[in-house]
């Protein structure tokens, strides 16, 4: 018997996305790769997700990576997507993910960075369990050195430098005004974007791997925006070789506040 093809659903009755998951890198292929697979098991209980990729190298290399997996995550029903972003600047690609994203909630992990699991989960539980009272989730990055030895230098206090450890609880809460976080680990409603954006003088430029871009965040949460820690929402962020030099950490922006 000749098989006949589905009937297609109906965009206004396929289930709207919840969660837009936006990876921002520029010519680090392997890494993403990495990044990828541990996208795969994520689920969010509030609906559906994406993955969009923003590519910011004019030379493409994220785009065979992720023609590589798409039919891995469609056999799960998630969308996977690469969007080009011409203008070099992770601001750039921040600023494209904001405009791509389809969903009202918009997490961000870095392409250097690997999720762990459960973390897309318990990193939107709280816009479910709080509702309006909660404008931003941030959770907690563990190091990853990359099978090399860590750093004799490098002691437990000093590991925010790399964006790492923040170590405010070891209990979900709300944060206090002081407490900051890593926009590489971190959920947030998009309508805080509504008119604004990243301001694309802050942050990596190419191959410069310093960031500025928290300033933005600590702006929202000035004027008012609601920030809850997660710590259990784990990412794991690999350090680069290169920075394993105890020179570069005097020189980083996070030495001087150690």
């Not at 989730?137 to 450890?165: Q, T, Y």
Request: charged letters at 25%; hydrophobic letters at 40%; a negative charge.
């Amino acid at each position: 018997m000749e098989s006949r093809p589905s009937p297609s659903v109906p965009d206004k009755l396929k289930p709207k996305v919840a969660v837009s998951v936006v990876v921002c890198t520029y010519r680090r292929p392997q890494l993403l790769d990495l990044c990828l697979d541990s996208l795969v098991q994520q689920t969010a209980a509030v609906g559906p997700h994406e993955i969009l990729i923003i590519d910011n190298s004019p030379q493409r290399e994220a785009h065979p990576v992720v023609e590589r997996w798409q039919a891995v995550f469609a056999e799960r029903e998630v969308a996977l997507r690469c969007v080009l972003e011409e203008s070099t600047g992770v601001a750039f690609a921040r600023n494209r993910g904001l405009a791509e994203a389809s969903a009202p909630l918009i997490a961000f992990i870095d392409d250097d960075e690997r999720a762990l699991p459960g973390w897309l989960e318990r990193l939107i539980a709280p816009f479910a369990v709080f509702g309006e009272r909660v404008d931003i989730v941030a959770g907690e990055v563990e190091p990853d050195f990359g099978g090399m030895p860590r750093p004799d230098w490098l002691s437990d206090d000093m590991l925010h430098i790399f964006s790492c450890r923040w170590g405010w609880d070891t209990e979900a809460r709300f944060l206090r005004p002081q407490e900051w976080f890593g926009e590489g680990n971190c959920a947030f409603r998009k309508c805080l974007f509504d008119t604004q954006g990243f301001p694309t003088d802050l942050g990596r430029n190419g191959g410069n791997l310093m960031s500025s871009e928290g300033a933005v965040f600590a702006a929202l949460r000035a004027k008012g925006a609601a920030t809850y820690f997660v710590p259990q929402a784990k990412v794991s962020h690999r350090i680069h070789q290169d920075r394993m030099d105890k020179r570069w950490g005097i020189c980083s922006p996070g030495w001087l506040s150690a």
